[in-house]
Protein backbone atom coordinates (compact mmCIF):
# COMPACT_ATOMS: atom_id res chain seq x y z
CA UNK A 1 0.00 0.00 0.00
CA UNK A 2 1.33 3.44 -0.93
CA UNK A 3 2.23 5.67 1.53
CA UNK A 4 -0.44 9.01 2.11
CA UNK A 5 0.50 12.28 2.13
CA UNK A 6 -2.13 14.48 4.45
CA UNK A 7 -2.07 18.30 3.09
CA UNK A 8 -3.60 20.27 5.98
CA UNK A 9 -5.29 23.16 4.02
CA UNK A 10 -8.02 25.59 4.65
CA UNK A 11 -9.57 27.60 1.86
CA UNK A 12 -9.24 30.92 3.81
CA UNK A 13 -5.63 30.85 4.68
CA UNK A 14 -3.21 33.48 2.86
CA UNK A 15 -0.21 31.03 3.12
CA UNK A 16 -2.10 28.27 1.48
CA UNK A 17 -2.99 30.29 -1.62
CA UNK A 18 0.42 31.06 -2.67
CA UNK A 19 1.87 27.37 -1.03
CA UNK A 20 0.09 26.57 -4.46
CA UNK A 21 3.09 26.02 -6.91
CA UNK A 22 4.50 23.78 -4.12
CA UNK A 23 1.54 21.67 -3.90
CA UNK A 24 1.32 21.05 -7.57
CA UNK A 25 5.57 20.65 -7.58
CA UNK A 26 5.04 18.22 -4.71
CA UNK A 27 1.63 16.12 -7.00
CA UNK A 28 4.38 16.30 -10.12
CA UNK A 29 7.00 14.41 -7.97
CA UNK A 30 5.13 12.27 -5.98
CA UNK A 31 2.08 11.55 -7.80
CA UNK A 32 3.99 7.85 -8.80
CA UNK A 33 4.62 7.23 -4.98
CA UNK A 34 2.43 8.69 -2.75
CA UNK A 35 -1.52 8.97 -2.26
CA UNK A 36 -2.63 12.65 -1.36
CA UNK A 37 -5.47 13.44 1.37
CA UNK A 38 -6.65 17.07 1.70
CA UNK A 39 -6.99 17.41 5.51
CA UNK A 40 -9.12 20.31 6.78
CA UNK A 41 -9.70 21.54 10.20
CA UNK A 42 -11.43 24.99 10.10
CA UNK A 43 -9.02 28.11 10.25
CA UNK A 44 -11.74 30.38 10.85
CA UNK A 45 -14.81 29.17 12.98
CA UNK A 46 -16.24 29.93 16.42
CA UNK A 47 -15.34 32.83 17.64
CA UNK A 48 -12.34 33.57 14.76
CA UNK A 49 -15.69 34.12 12.74
CA UNK A 50 -15.78 38.06 12.40
CA UNK A 51 -15.72 40.81 9.97
CA UNK A 52 -13.89 42.09 7.73
CA UNK A 53 -13.52 45.68 9.43
CA UNK A 54 -11.78 43.66 12.19
CA UNK A 55 -9.95 41.56 10.06
CA UNK A 56 -8.28 43.96 7.90
CA UNK A 57 -5.63 45.06 9.80
CA UNK A 58 -4.18 41.87 10.24
CA UNK A 59 -4.98 40.60 6.74
CA UNK A 60 -2.67 44.04 5.87
CA UNK A 61 0.17 43.15 7.69
CA UNK A 62 0.28 39.43 6.22
CA UNK A 63 -0.26 39.08 2.88
CA UNK A 64 2.96 41.24 1.59
CA UNK A 65 5.07 38.71 3.68
CA UNK A 66 3.07 35.86 2.29
CA UNK A 67 3.96 37.50 -1.32
CA UNK A 68 7.73 38.81 -0.28
CA UNK A 69 8.41 34.66 1.24
CA UNK A 70 6.61 32.78 -2.21
CA UNK A 71 6.76 34.96 -5.04
CA UNK A 72 3.12 34.85 -5.40
CA UNK A 73 1.33 37.77 -6.23
CA UNK A 74 -2.51 38.71 -4.32
CA UNK A 75 -4.82 39.48 -6.69
CA UNK A 76 -6.84 43.27 -6.75
CA UNK A 77 -9.66 41.86 -6.56
CA UNK A 78 -8.30 40.69 -3.08
CA UNK A 79 -6.30 43.64 -2.06
CA UNK A 80 -8.83 46.48 -3.97
CA UNK A 81 -11.55 44.83 -3.94
CA UNK A 82 -12.81 41.96 -0.79
CA UNK A 83 -10.37 43.66 1.41
CA UNK A 84 -12.26 46.44 1.40
CA UNK A 85 -15.73 45.41 2.31
CA UNK A 86 -16.37 46.14 5.76
CA UNK A 87 -19.64 43.85 6.11
CA UNK A 88 -17.61 40.71 4.89
CA UNK A 89 -17.79 37.70 6.96
CA UNK A 90 -15.94 35.08 5.95
CA UNK A 91 -15.89 31.64 7.32
CA UNK A 92 -14.08 28.62 7.10
CA UNK A 93 -16.88 25.82 7.42
CA UNK A 94 -19.16 26.49 4.28
CA UNK A 95 -15.48 26.34 2.23
CA UNK A 96 -14.26 23.20 3.64
CA UNK A 97 -17.65 21.91 3.77
CA UNK A 98 -18.00 22.08 -0.12
CA UNK A 99 -14.45 20.53 -0.27
CA UNK A 100 -15.59 17.69 1.65
CA UNK A 101 -18.78 17.42 -0.63
CA UNK A 102 -16.47 17.66 -4.16
CA UNK A 103 -14.25 14.63 -2.78
CA UNK A 104 -17.56 12.55 -2.28
CA UNK A 105 -18.62 13.52 -5.49
CA UNK A 106 -15.14 13.20 -7.59
CA UNK A 107 -12.54 11.69 -5.40
CA UNK A 108 -9.68 13.04 -4.02
CA UNK A 109 -7.73 14.98 -6.94
CA UNK A 110 -10.64 16.55 -7.83
CA UNK A 111 -11.27 17.52 -4.31
CA UNK A 112 -7.85 18.95 -4.22
CA UNK A 113 -8.29 20.81 -7.86
CA UNK A 114 -11.40 22.68 -6.33
CA UNK A 115 -9.52 23.36 -2.56
CA UNK A 116 -6.98 25.10 -4.87
CA UNK A 117 -9.76 26.85 -7.09
CA UNK A 118 -11.19 28.12 -3.74
CA UNK A 119 -8.34 29.19 -2.16
CA UNK A 120 -7.48 31.36 -5.54
CA UNK A 121 -11.30 32.54 -6.09
CA UNK A 122 -10.57 34.57 -2.45
CA UNK A 123 -7.41 35.58 -2.84
CA UNK A 124 -6.52 36.01 -6.47
CA UNK A 125 -9.89 37.30 -7.92
CA UNK A 126 -11.79 38.65 -4.76
CA UNK A 127 -14.72 36.41 -4.81
CA UNK A 128 -16.23 35.26 -1.16
CA UNK A 129 -15.67 31.51 -1.33
CA UNK A 130 -18.95 30.75 1.10
CA UNK A 131 -21.30 32.36 -1.50
CA UNK A 132 -23.12 30.12 -3.04
CA UNK A 133 -23.49 31.53 -5.99
CA UNK A 134 -19.19 31.25 -6.22
CA UNK A 135 -19.43 27.84 -4.93
CA UNK A 136 -21.44 26.84 -8.09
CA UNK A 137 -19.82 28.82 -10.83
CA UNK A 138 -16.48 26.88 -9.46
CA UNK A 139 -18.57 23.49 -9.23
CA UNK A 140 -19.22 24.15 -12.90
CA UNK A 141 -15.74 24.79 -13.80
CA UNK A 142 -14.82 21.38 -11.83
CA UNK A 143 -17.61 19.39 -13.45
CA UNK A 144 -18.76 18.59 -10.13
CA UNK A 145 -22.30 17.84 -10.58
CA UNK A 146 -24.80 18.45 -7.66
CA UNK A 147 -22.06 20.25 -5.55
CA UNK A 148 -24.28 22.88 -4.43
CA UNK A 149 -27.26 20.79 -3.26
CA UNK A 150 -25.22 18.38 -1.36
CA UNK A 151 -23.50 21.41 0.48
CA UNK A 152 -27.30 22.79 1.96
CA UNK A 153 -27.58 19.44 3.70
CA UNK A 154 -27.28 18.61 7.54
CA UNK A 155 -25.42 15.49 6.47
CA UNK A 156 -22.81 17.57 4.89
CA UNK A 157 -22.41 19.57 7.53
CA UNK A 158 -22.30 16.46 9.38
CA UNK A 159 -19.57 15.08 7.02
CA UNK A 160 -17.53 18.40 7.48
CA UNK A 161 -17.87 17.94 11.40
CA UNK A 162 -16.10 14.57 11.28
CA UNK A 163 -13.45 16.02 8.68
CA UNK A 164 -12.71 18.37 11.76
CA UNK A 165 -11.92 15.93 13.88
CA UNK A 166 -9.98 13.84 11.74
CA UNK A 167 -7.36 17.17 11.43
CA UNK A 168 -7.39 16.85 15.22
CA UNK A 169 -6.48 13.12 15.37
CA UNK A 170 -3.90 14.22 13.11
CA UNK A 171 -2.52 16.98 14.40
CA UNK A 172 -2.94 19.49 12.27
CA UNK A 173 -3.24 22.87 13.45
CA UNK A 174 -1.71 25.03 11.29
CA UNK A 175 -2.21 25.41 7.49
CA UNK A 176 0.05 24.16 5.37
CA UNK A 177 1.17 21.63 6.74
CA UNK A 178 2.38 18.27 5.36
CA UNK A 179 2.28 14.77 7.13
CA UNK A 180 3.74 11.38 5.88
CA UNK A 181 1.72 8.28 7.16
CA UNK A 182 3.54 5.14 5.77
CA UNK A 183 2.19 2.21 7.51
CA UNK A 184 1.41 2.68 11.40
CA UNK A 185 3.85 5.57 10.93
CA UNK A 186 3.23 9.31 10.83
CA UNK A 187 5.88 11.84 10.09
CA UNK A 188 5.87 15.76 10.47
CA UNK A 189 7.24 17.05 6.58
CA UNK A 190 6.46 20.27 6.92
CA UNK A 191 4.31 22.89 8.95
CA UNK A 192 4.34 26.38 7.03
CA UNK A 193 5.63 27.84 3.62
CA UNK A 194 8.24 26.11 1.88
CA UNK A 195 9.18 26.33 -1.59
CA UNK A 196 8.23 24.17 -3.98
CA UNK A 197 12.13 23.01 -3.73
CA UNK A 198 12.57 22.75 -0.23
CA UNK A 199 8.74 21.21 0.39
CA UNK A 200 10.19 17.94 -1.99
CA UNK A 201 12.86 17.37 -0.27
CA UNK A 202 11.14 17.57 3.49
CA UNK A 203 8.75 15.09 2.17
CA UNK A 204 12.07 12.96 0.53
CA UNK A 205 13.47 12.72 3.92
CA UNK A 206 10.09 12.04 5.45
CA UNK A 207 10.40 9.12 3.14
CA UNK A 208 13.83 7.67 3.61
CA UNK A 209 13.54 8.13 7.82
Not at 50 to 76: K, T
Amino acid sequence: MRPTLFYGFDPLCGWCYVFGPTMRALRETFEERLNLEVVCGGLVVGERVRPMSEMRGYLRRAYPEAEARSGVRFGPGFTEGLLQKDDVVLASEPACRAIFVAREIAGEARALAFAMGLVTALYHDGLDPTDPEVLQALAREHELVGLLDRWRTPEARALTERGFVRARSLSVTMYPTLILEDGDRRTLALRGYASPSEAIERVKSALAS
